[in-house]
């Protein structure tokens, strides 16, 4: 099954109404997310158009392949490289992601900040699938030298914002694993806690506050991606031993068995409990 879009895209060298290319069998490409999809071929109908001679086309989201033409020649019909189909998502895309033919940074002196920061302004635009542009928002932001580089590249983000956000990211996590009750949610609780450097008055402050009103969580979250490393190392050779470690360390509501089951551990310990869980199934069958 197919997304059918819900615009008649026209092509935007001749303004014509593109139609679905029928007589091809559709292909297949992958998206941004790796995902792979089905598409149809829609292709200009105006049989003067040059990208119908190439035999050009677009998906069904808008996204130009050139065929034929290459993307070369391309360049050179369509001006900063806008090639998306008119009355389409991607066109809407060139504008408010990609910019295209479209200002999108002024860099300021970093003469303001005696050459410890660089400012920048950042402009983000608002656009519609004709790819006219809407409106205009922009943002200032702040450069810096990272490490070895003799250039301006990278994002500064002062500590009060950090500690914001770090704050933030970590209490949502716990939130949602008290509802929730998701080993993955623990797996975040300590991926923002352990993250980055520890030094940093910022860093520090984040650190104190949930070791001491957050400690018992933290513990659980420590000793949960332990627990998984451990797994991995282990998974060939468990025994009773490895088990009744790890079973006082992690929540109470957390099966270690269950977990052993599920990433097919093998050892002593789990013949007996593989046999164990058989025999169980079948006295309650």
């Given at each position: ?10 092509c935007p060298l001749c303004k014509t109404n593109v139609e ?247 050892g002593s310990y789990m013949d007996n409990l593989i046999r ?10």
């Amino acid at each position: 099954m197919y997304w059918e879009p819900q615009l008649q895209m026209m092509c935007p060298l001749c303004k014509t109404n593109v139609e679905v290319d029928k007589e091809e069998e559709t292909f297949r490409y992958e998206d941004v997310c790796g995902s792979t999809v089905g598409s149809w071929k829609h292709i200009c109908p105006n049989k003067d158009c040059i990208l119908h001679k190439k035999k050009s086309f677009w998906n069904d989201h808008g996204d130009f392949y050139s065929g034929d033409l290459g993307f070369k020649k391309a360049r050179k019909l369509f001006p900063d490289d806008k090639y998306a189909a008119l009355n389409s998502m991607a066109k809407r895309h060139e504008v408010e992601i990609y910019g295209k033919g479209l200002k999108r940074k002024i860099y300021l002196s970093e003469w303001w900040t005696l050459k410890i920061l660089k400012p920048m302004i950042e402009f983000k635009y608002k656009g519609d699938d004709m790819g006219n542009v809407l409106g205009r928002t922009w943002k200032l932001r702040w450069l810096y030298k990272s490490g070895n580089q003799d250039y301006y590249g990278t994002y500064y983000t002062s500590p009060i914002v950090h500690l914001y956000r770090m704050l933030k990211h970590t209490r949502r996590d716990i939130k949602r694993y008290k509802k929730r009750k998701s080993l993955y949610d623990l797996q975040e609780i300590w991926r923002w806690f352990d993250m980055g450097v520890k030094t940093g008055w910022d860093r520090k402050l984040y650190r104190w506050y949930f070791n001491t009103f957050h400690k018992k969580i933290l513990n659980y979250s420590k000793n949960f991606v332990d627990f998984i490393e451990h797994v991995r190392r282990n998974k060939h050779n468990i025994d009773e031993n490895f088990v009744r470690f790890w079973d006082g360390k992690l929540p109470y509501d957390f099966s270690v068995n269950d977990y052993l089951l599920k990433e097919k551990c093998k050892g002593s310990y789990m013949d007996n409990l593989i046999r164990q869980r058989k025999l169980e199934r079948i006295i309650n069958d």
